[in-house]
């Protein structure tokens, strides 16, 4: 099969999968704004190109518009981009020709997030290439990118809702998708969503979180609800405790300034962490309309009881501070475990552990969840740890459950093993997609499933708010550890004292190799 035929059955698949509507027949232009900054260039772009090569943004509909305050040409652009998109020496002629053909759908415009006539000259670009795709008016979908700092967001709605709309409602669309960080506390994030939501209705605005796009947090649902073995232990009668877990092993490395805004919990557990901690403990949705599924998710957040000090550590890694562009006596925390506790019928007593730091021993993210003791023990094997099952986020995306099983042998003794999916080694010659290749997708069918609803994010503001507000005033001291261990001792203290985990002990789960 020929790279174009291939192209035409993966978009008629794509058609045909599309959310209950019909096909939308008009073009498609996707404008990124910060079209200069990083992460367009190391994730928006790059997105772009797979769907491009996938057949999902066909040439004779797309056009891809990159707008920023840099004065450069369209050449320019792509020339900056191309590196990003395709490791040259490792390329193959075909993907050498399929960057070339994506970079000349892109088209720059230069100009101020502010000005009126500059957006007014996007509009006119936007429109010329609708012209040329024989676009009815109106008919045409724009999907605005904001790779933008959210401090920009409400002047560059303004100027979009001003002077970059359709013009009529004939089947097309406008919508905007904007990144986190959705403010810093309760109160600013309240005045953001007021600020766009008095501009675009809720329907077109797409907060994206990219952690809701990785392959495994995609599968928790079907693995939760699809599964008759899961609906009877999913609860406090058989977890003791859900760990939620993301380590990296390297610093700021250049961002501390940036960083020091915000620290671990507003940059990860406020929003990555909280949102797989929504996916694990919500309830059953009435059905996978984007909107139950959201109740769900605002429904559990809700039942969060408010955090206590005492179920709280704060880590700041040894070296944080000689970083030039963080302040001297930063108390700004790397490192956090908070104990999340949920008040409602299901998980009453269930310790949900959020921990995320920097410079930490490893680089991982998984979900941990630790059931019960087996009652009378006949074969005084609690000493080798309790059942887990276990989703390993990344890297080596996998899932699988440790049991004690017999010791192969004739004695009668038990050692603890695991049943084992790995992803690289049961799916292989398959590539599991980027994060943003599938949020972007979504922007683009209308599904709003794997974004952040407005009451959904003041639900987690109002969690955490309280705390940010005490480590901001000093109140809440981060304590120091050294680079390249598990965090502060006081964390562990916490894990195993408050949350109740047990440790299991001359286990090591070994990715399979192929």
Same mark, same amino acid.
């Given at each position: 099969?020929?790279?174009?035929?291939?192209?035409?059955?993966?978009?008629?698949?794509?058609?045909?999968?599309?959310?209950?509507?019909?096909?939308?027949?008009?073009?498609?232009?996707?404008? #990124?704004?910060?079209?200069?900054?990083?992460?367009?260039?190391?994730?928006?772009?790059?997105?772009?190109?797979?769907?491009?090569?996938?057949?999902?943004?066909?040439?004779?509909?797309?056009?891809?518009?990159?707008?920023? =305050?840099?004065? %450069?040409?369209?050449?320019?652009?792509?020339?900056?981009?191309?590196?990003?998109? #395709?490791?040259?020496?490792?390329?193959? *002629?075909?993907?050498?020709?399929?960057?070339?053909?994506?970079?000349?759908? %892109?088209?720059?415009?230069?100009?101020?997030?502010?000005?009126?006539?500059?957006?007014?000259?996007?509009?006119?670009?936007?429109?010329?290439?609708?012209?040329?795709?024989?676009?009815?008016?109106?008919?045409?979908?724009?999907?605005?990118?904001?790779?933008?700092?959210?401090?920009?967001?409400?002047?560059?709605?303004?100027?979009?809702?001003?002077?970059?709309?359709?013009?009529?409602?004939?089947?097309? @669309?406008?919508?905007?998708?904007?990144?986190?960080?959705?403010?810093?506390?309760?109160?600013?994030?309240?005045?953001?969503?007021?600020?766009?939501?008095?501009?675009?209705?809720?329907?077109?605005?797409?907060?994206?979180?990219?952690?809701?796009?990785?392959?495994?947090?995609?599968?928790?649902?079907?693995?939760?609800?699809?599964?008759?073995?899961?609906? *009877?232990?999913?609860? =406090?009668?058989?977890?003791?405790?859900?760990?939620?877990?993301?380590?990296?092993?390297?610093?700021?490395?250049?961002?501390?300034?940036?960083?020091?805004?915000?620290?671990?919990?507003?940059?990860?557990?406020?929003?990555?962490?909280?949102?797989?901690?929504?996916?694990?403990?919500?309830?059953?949705?009435?059905?996978?309309?984007?909107?139950? %599924?959201?109740?769900?998710?605002?429904?559990?957040?809700?039942?969060?009881? *408010?955090?206590?000090?005492?179920?709280?550590?704060?880590?700041?890694?040894?070296?944080?501070?000689?970083?030039?562009?963080?302040?001297?006596?930063?108390?700004?925390?790397?490192?956090?475990?908070?104990?999340?506790?949920?008040?409602?019928?299901? @998980?009453?007593?269930?310790?949900? %552990?959020?921990?995320?730091?920097?410079?930490?021993?490893?680089?991982?993210?998984?979900?941990?969840?630790?059931?019960?003791?087996?009652?009378?023990?006949?074969?005084?094997?609690?000493?080798?740890? =309790?059942?887990?099952?276990?989703?390993?986020?990344? *890297?080596?995306?996998?899932?699988?459950?440790?049991?004690?099983?017999?010791?192969?042998?004739?004695?009668?003794?038990?050692?603890?093993?695991?049943?084992?999916?790995?992803? =690289?080694?049961?799916?292989?010659?398959?590539?599991?997609?980027?994060?943003?290749?599938?949020?972007?997708?979504?922007?683009?069918?209308?599904?709003?499933?794997?974004?952040?609803?407005?009451?959904?994010?003041?639900?987690? @503001?109002?969690?955490?708010?309280?705390?940010?507000?005490?480590?901001?005033?000093?109140?809440?001291?981060?304590?120091?550890?050294?680079?390249?261990?598990?965090?502060?001792?006081?964390?562990?203290?916490?894990?195993?004292?408050?949350?109740?985990?047990?440790?299991?002990?001359?286990?090591? @789960?070994?990715?399979?190799?192929?």
């Amino acid at each position: 099969m020929g790279t174009s035929e291939w192209h035409c059955e993966k978009r008629s698949s794509f058609i045909n999968e599309d959310l209950e509507s019909a096909p939308e027949t008009g073009s498609l232009s996707i404008i #990124v704004l910060g079209a200069s900054g990083d992460l367009a260039k190391k994730k928006t772009f790059p997105a772009l190109f797979n769907l491009y090569r996938q057949g999902f943004l066909p040439a004779d509909e797309i056009c891809i518009f990159g707008y920023a =305050r840099t004065k %450069i040409s369209d050449d320019e652009l792509r020339n900056r981009l191309h590196g990003f998109l #395709v490791k040259e020496k490792d390329a193959s *002629p075909e993907q050498l020709q399929d960057v070339s053909k994506f970079l000349h759908l %892109i088209k720059y415009v230069s100009g101020s997030y502010d000005s009126e006539n500059d957006f007014h000259l996007l509009d006119k670009k936007i429109s010329e290439h609708e012209s040329s795709t024989n676009s009815a008016e109106g008919s045409s979908r724009r999907l605005f990118y904001l790779a933008l700092p959210p401090s920009i967001y409400p002047s560059v709605c303004k100027m979009i809702k001003t002077c970059c709309m359709n013009k009529s409602d004939l089947g097309g @669309w406008t919508r905007v998708v904007v990144e986190k960080p959705f403010g810093k506390d309760l109160e600013s994030a309240e005045q953001l969503s007021t600020q766009i939501g008095e501009l675009f209705e809720e329907p077109q605005i797409y907060r994206i979180d990219h952690y809701l796009g990785k392959e495994l947090v995609q599968n928790m649902l079907v693995l939760r609800f699809a599964n008759r073995l899961f609906l *009877p232990l999913w609860n =406090r009668d058989n977890i003791a405790n859900v760990q939620i877990v993301s380590k990296e092993d390297f610093g700021t490395e250049g961002r501390g300034g940036y960083f020091d805004q915000y620290g671990i919990i507003r940059d990860i557990i406020q929003n990555h962490l909280l949102q797989i901690f929504c996916l694990v403990a919500m309830e059953k949705p009435v059905s996978l309309n984007p909107e139950h %599924i959201r109740d769900e998710k605002v429904k559990v957040l809700q039942s969060v009881l *408010p955090l206590k000090d005492d179920d709280v550590v704060l880590g700041q890694y040894e070296g944080y501070r000689d970083d030039s562009t963080v302040p001297d006596h930063s108390n700004t925390p790397t490192f956090a475990t908070v104990i999340l506790r949920v008040h409602n019928e299901r @998980w009453e007593g269930v310790p949900f %552990i959020l921990k995320a730091g920097k410079a930490l021993n490893s680089r991982k993210a998984d979900i941990r969840v630790q059931f019960k003791d087996v009652p009378g023990d006949i074969f005084k094997c609690k000493k080798q740890g =309790r059942n887990e099952f276990v989703i390993r986020l990344q *890297p080596s995306e996998a899932m699988y459950m440790k049991l004690t099983v017999k010791q192969p042998g004739l004695e009668m003794s038990t050692v603890q093993s695991e049943l084992d999916l790995s992803y =690289r080694q049961r799916y292989q010659g398959v590539t599991i997609p980027e994060a943003y290749e599938r949020l972007i997708l979504d922007t683009i069918k209308g599904d709003q499933q794997h974004f952040v609803r407005r009451d959904e994010l003041k639900a987690s @503001w109002e969690i955490f708010t309280p705390l940010l507000h005490s480590i901001d005033k000093g109140e809440f001291k981060s304590i120091p550890y050294q680079p390249g261990t598990r965090g502060p001792a006081e964390a562990d203290e916490l894990l195993l004292e408050k949350a109740g985990y047990v440790q299991t002990h001359g286990y090591i @789960w070994i990715p399979p190799t192929l």
